[in-house]
């Protein structure tokens, strides 16, 4: 019987080769590793387990998202903007921040997590180092 092979998280199509040092989530190139790197990842929590079993990797779940205005959208130049940022890569390095964000990504009612984020100083001075760095939308 031959191994099961993994599909990489992060496309859904190829099959991974690696798996993120931080969340063990399997990923099979560069590229999608650089885009599952694009949000704050940590290791999974080991509750009470068995120190024999290996950690359960963190489940990512593509969630839909609506979008009334698809201008409003980001584009791939002020994506690349951002994750090149230091200042923003040094941001991201606050935890309190990391949970914030991770708490509207796993939240059901993520608009609602959101907006309790907004009134955190270091989600605001987040927010707004975003917002300086990619300038006004032309």
Do not use: W
């Not at 791939?76 to 390095?93: F, G, H, N, V, W």
């Not at 997590?113 to 009134?119: N, Q, R």
């Not at 100083?121 to 006004?136: H, Q, V, Y």
């Amino acid at each position: 019987m031959a191994p099961k092979q993994k599909t990489c998280k992060v496309c859904e199509e190829a099959e991974s080769k690696y798996k993120c040092p931080s969340c063990l989530i399997p990923y099979c190139s560069l590229l999608c590793f650089k885009k599952h790197k694009e949000i704050p990842c940590s290791k999974p929590q080991s509750s009470s387990q068995d120190k024999s079993s290996p950690p359960a990797p963190a489940v990512h779940i593509e969630k839909p998202y609506d979008v009334d205005e698809p201008d409003v959208l980001l584009q791939q130049e002020q994506l690349e903007t951002i994750a090149s940022s230091s200042e923003i890569r040094d941001i991201l390095k606050n935890a309190e921040l990391q949970k914030l964000i991770s708490k509207i990504e796993c939240s059901a009612e993520a608009e609602e997590e959101l907006y309790k984020a907004m009134e955190v100083d270091a989600f605001r001075i987040f927010t707004e180092k975003i917002l300086s760095t990619i300038g006004p939308k032309v």
